[in-house]
């Protein structure tokens, strides 16, 4: 089916809150390290119109005892999910590839669903799912009617997008640059309102509702929505936003504050299974480590030299006189042991650091004016710190 037909009519008019927002129903918020600009999503403000209700929550099924998680079964997330759990050894073991559920040998509890992202977060609030991997863009757009849903891992660092409006480059629009000039537009009107198609009708009608937009329709479609407007479909859209190379394809512009959400992949958990199914929070809790271990040595290598010196210490002088490298406690300095007319005998001592990738080489060259040789690097598969912070704010968010 075209966009074009896809797309359909589902408010005409936008109100204004009648009350403010109630408190947000995501309690873990993602950290700022995600870059996030208005990650935290706030609850809806007044009763509007909105694309799609998801369930509310179910009773807990008693009669299953494995744990379910669901993974993305289509799309872009779904090769990066099943990537991202291999890199942490939990390969995903798919026996038929038509079928849709799947198994990961080391977690031999956990039962994996492959479901399209939206549906896991359903299935997360009517408890037939568990745990899921999700974008945050759509656990904020289906996952609001009820506090069932807890942000386990925020930044599983794929999947990075922004929601956001956008308008055509000329025309009307060729001196509006923010939200608050186009929402002052004169030309929307009762009978003319401001056309916005999007997919996210529930974060695009309270986007819309919170910048002061009084005339509004939107329309939803889920797909090709950058054709709407140069077709004459609409006048904006709601819509992620990775690249940009989409919007400029369809001469399109975003416009300041017109960002809605900032999206990545993240872990998401129902909380009644976190309290009440048996194995959901220890199954959580090896995730979670495992995640946080894998992306946090993603980012860093292990380098290994070769120094000649007097003695560990002075070896360790010249080492920490090294802006590059400083180790996740310090580096570490062993004797190398030869044999030298007969005896044994320290004349190089070896020096271990995690340095962080991006300083790579400015640590060699470092390395080498204080007199190191023979350097290895090593990939880490992960790093164990001793307790992963988003463990802590998960037992504190489920008052454990
Ligand atoms: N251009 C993009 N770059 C990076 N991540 C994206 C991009 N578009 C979407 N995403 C992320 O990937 C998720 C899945 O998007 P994808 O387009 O694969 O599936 P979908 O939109 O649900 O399905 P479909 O597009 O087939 O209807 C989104 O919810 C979002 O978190
Ligand atoms: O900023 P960019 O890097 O250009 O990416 C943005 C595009 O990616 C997504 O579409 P997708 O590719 O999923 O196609 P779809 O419209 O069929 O969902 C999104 O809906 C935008 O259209
Ligand atoms: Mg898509």
């Known amino acids: 089916m075209s966009a074009m037909l896809a797309a359909r009519l589902y408010s005409t008019a936008i109100p204004l809150p009648q009350s403010p927002s109630p408190p947000s129903r995501f309690h873990l918020r993602p950290s700022p390290a995600a870059g996030s600009r208005s990650l935290a999503p706030r609850a809806a403000a007044s009763t509007t119109a909105v694309a799609t209700k998801p369930a509310a929550a179910a009773p807990l099924s008693a009669d299953r005892t494995d744990v379910r998680i669901g993974l993305p079964s289509k799309g872009r997330m779904a090769e990066q999910t099943l990537s991202l759990l291999k890199s942490c050894q939990l390969s995903v073991r798919q026996l038929n590839p038509r079928q849709y559920t799947a198994d990961i040998p080391l977690i031999p509890n956990l039962e994996v669903w492959f479901q399209r992202p939206k549906d896991i977060v359903r299935k997360l609030q009517s408890g037939d799912l568990d745990l899921g991997i999700v974008g945050f863009d759509t656990v904020s757009e289906y996952g609001q009617v009820n506090d069932d849903l807890v942000v386990v891992h925020d930044a599983l660092d794929f999947g990075q997008c922004h929601l956001s409006l956008a308008v055509p480059k000329g025309g009307i629009f060729e001196n509006i640059h923010s939200v608050e000039d186009m929402a002052k537009m004169p030309e929307w009107t009762e009978e003319k309102p401001l056309r916005v198609v999007t997919g996210f009708g529930y974060l695009g009608a309270k986007f819309l509702k919170e910048n002061g937009f009084k005339h509004v329709r939107l329309l939803s479609a889920d797909g090709a929505l950058e054709s709407f407007p140069p077709m004459g479909m609409a006048d904006a859209i709601v819509d992620l936003v990775s690249s940009g190379t989409t919007l400029r394809e369809n001469n399109l512009k975003e416009i300041e504050g017109g960002v809605v959400l900032e999206s990545q992949a993240t872990l998401v958990a129902s909380r009644r299974s976190l309290h009440k199914r048996k194995g959901v929070l220890e199954i959580t809790h090896e995730l979670l480590e495992r995640l946080e271990a894998h992306l946090r040595a993603s980012t860093e290598l292990m380098v290994t030299a070769n120094m000649r010196g007097n003695s560990a210490e002075d070896v360790a002088e010249r080492v920490l006189s090294l802006t590059s490298i400083c180790g996740l406690q310090g580096p570490t300095i062993s004797p190398v042991y030869c ?55 998960l037992l504190t968010e489920l008052g454990l």
Do not use: H
Not at 358 to 386: N, P
């Open 339 to 393: 044999r030298c007319d007969g005896k044994v005998a320290v004349e190089y001592y070896a020096m271990n650091a995690v340095v962080p990738q991006k300083l790579l080489y400015k640590a060699i060259q470092q390395l080498r004016s204080i007199g190191g040789s023979g350097v290895l690097v090593m990939k880490l598969t992960y790093i164990f710190d001793e307790e992963t912070p988003r463990w802590r704010n």
